[in-house]
């Protein structure tokens, strides 16, 4: 007889594991399914966030900040500091040290909250009409067994979009796993994708010493961001980083002949160019995943670009199963696909402790914030300007440089801005775009506000913490009546 659960939930990234978690907290019997396995062939709970995206990316983007900080930037504070150099396989284990704890981490979270977690490809099995369970096949690399759940949560998660005519192997072709693992800073190295995989990728190997060339397809640079945003960024990065960007290229063709790959590629301007560097990260984009799930066994809907389709609540065309994170439509982000996981387990746990159907509060992709962990750092939340001007709403806006602010001078860390946009009539705030140093711990306040239905005026009445990096917020709420007092 199979084991019975009330609650399946297949994959153990973010979404998935803090689902199984609330749902546990709520008292329901869990199970969370995860196939992944690290180098060394053991299991490693928290999918790609944990095991080779958020995580170890952060923790390298740091690595090399530090060492770029030594080399560039700590003379102006009266240090000096000679001969400095950077052991590439030491930072990488220091990388590794950090991922092991954290999934540890959640095997613990498991234990202690009494979720079982079960190791293998999880698949919905074809359901007879009659049934009021699911049955999931757990097969872990052809040992298998068969489970039953009343409810079943799909977090699956997404994987890199391959490019047809560049086969990654990870040894001179990388996705983001291979990028995050060399051993050794390339001496040229070649980004397709200047998303935030492209960039904070590039970041890090261009502050390690590599000669770092971006090519990115769309016209625009980081065109879902605030247009001002991104045009200070690409500007901050070729003459501070030295990050070489190109848009609106048109790859033709990717060869690697010994130690190097050679991509043929149209320009902005329609000229055929070459470019030859010794790695090459493919990073454009990411797809849902759903394989091996059993969609078409059980007529589970997607649509034309692969993600499982859901409604508002998240819950897929099939009886009882929810889907959640980037097998989904939204914002493909940690952090929104966690809150998608803990609204699902609420629902169930209405329907299934408390006999109630009515529905609970659904994610606002409006207040879900976006960073990019740059140098400096990129931050937003809310409509950008050109969103407000095609939807011909009226705003007006405030903006403070952090040159005017007194932390960031003492830091040393001056570039970028804040820009405040809100509703001309009722003052509420429409978005929020940063630039800038810790952008990424500042843009909370601003997703606070939103989502409290600030105006900006309630942000200017704040008292902030002087000297802060803080107050170059509040002095943009200030700019949007035009009463900014320190510039």
């Known amino acids: 007889m199979s084991e019975t659960f009330d609650v399946a939930v297949i994959g153990a990234g973010p979404g998935g594991y803090v689902a199984a978690i609330r749902c546990a907290q709520l008292g329901l019997n869990t199970v969370c399914i995860d196939e992944w ?19 170890p990316s952060k923790a390298l983007l740091e690595s090399s900040e530090n060492y770029f900080q030594i080399q560039h930037k700590v003379s102006a504070h009266g240090i000096t500091a000679e001969n400095v150099s950077v052991d590439v396989p030491v930072m990488i284990a220091r990388k590794d ?68 005519f560049a086969e990654v192997d990870n040894v001179m072709i990388l996705d983001n796993a291979g990028a995050l693992a060399l051993t050794e800073v390339p001496k040229r190295l070649g980004v397709i994708g200047a998303g935030v995989i492209g960039l904070e990728m590039g970041s890090v190997w261009r502050r390690l010493g590599a000669e770092v060339t971006i090519l990115e397809a769309m016209p625009g640079f980081l065109m879902a961001a605030d247009e001002q945003i991104a045009k200070e960024a690409k500007s901050i990065f070729a003459k501070e980083t030295g990050l070489q960007i190109n848009t609106g290229v048109n790859i033709k063709s990717v060869k690697v002949t010994g130690d190097t790959v050679t991509v043929g590629y149209s ?52 009886a009882n199963v929810y889907a959640v994170g980037d097998v989904v439509r939204g914002p493909m982000l940690a952090h ?23 529905e609970l509060e659904t994610v606002d992709f409006n207040t879900v914030p976006w960073v990019i962990y740059t140098a400096p750092e990129i931050a937003w939340v ?26 960031a001078r003492a830091m040393g860390e001056t570039s970028g801005f804040i820009k405040v946009l809100a509703d001309e009539k009722t003052d509420r705030v429409l978005g929020v775009h940063m630039i800038g140093p810790h952008v990424s711990e500042l843009i909370s306040e601003a997703v606070m506000a939103m989502k409290f239905s600030a105006s900006s005026e309630d942000i200017a009445c704040i008292v902030h913490a002087h000297p802060s990096l803080s107050e170059v917020f509040h002095e943009a709420a200030l700019g949007v009546d035009k009463r900014a007092l320190h510039i």
């Not at 984009?285 to 059993?294: H, K, M, S, Y």
């Not at 998608?340 to 387990?345: F, K, L, P, R, W």
């Not at 409509?383 to 007006?396: H, V």
Request: positive net charge.
């Open 336 to 358: 929104k696909a966690s809150e998608e996981g803990v609204a699902v387990a609420e629902m169930i746990q209405h329907m299934e402790k408390k006999g109630q159907t009515d």
């Open 37 to 55: 396995k690290n180098p060394k062939g053991k299991a490693s709970l928290g999918g790609t966030c944990l095991n080779v995206g958020c995580i």
């Open 267 to 318: 320009d902005s301007n329609n000229q055929e160019q070459i470019l030859e560097v010794d790695k090459l990260i493919v990073a454009i984009g990411r797809i849902p995943n759903t394989a091996g799930l059993g969609v078409q066994e059980n007529g589970l809907q997607v649509d034309e670009r692969g993600f499982v389709v859901v409604d508002q609540y998240c819950r897929t065309n099939l």
């Open 97 to 164: 040290k950090i991922v092991t704890m954290f999934t540890t981490g959640i095997a613990s979270l498991f234990k202690k909250n009494k979720v079982k977690s079960m190791h293998g490809r999880g698949t919905l099995l074809k359901r007879d009409a009659s049934a009021n369970t699911w049955q999931i096949k757990v097969d872990d690399n052809g040992t298998a067994e068969t489970i039953q759940a009343k409810h079943v949560i799909v977090a699956t998660g997404s994987v890199p979009r391959p490019l047809p």
């Open 382 to 407: 809310g409509k950008n300007e050109q969103e407000l001007r095609a939807a011909g709403i009226a705003y007006k806006a405030g903006q403070f440089p952090f040159i005017a602010n007194g932390r």
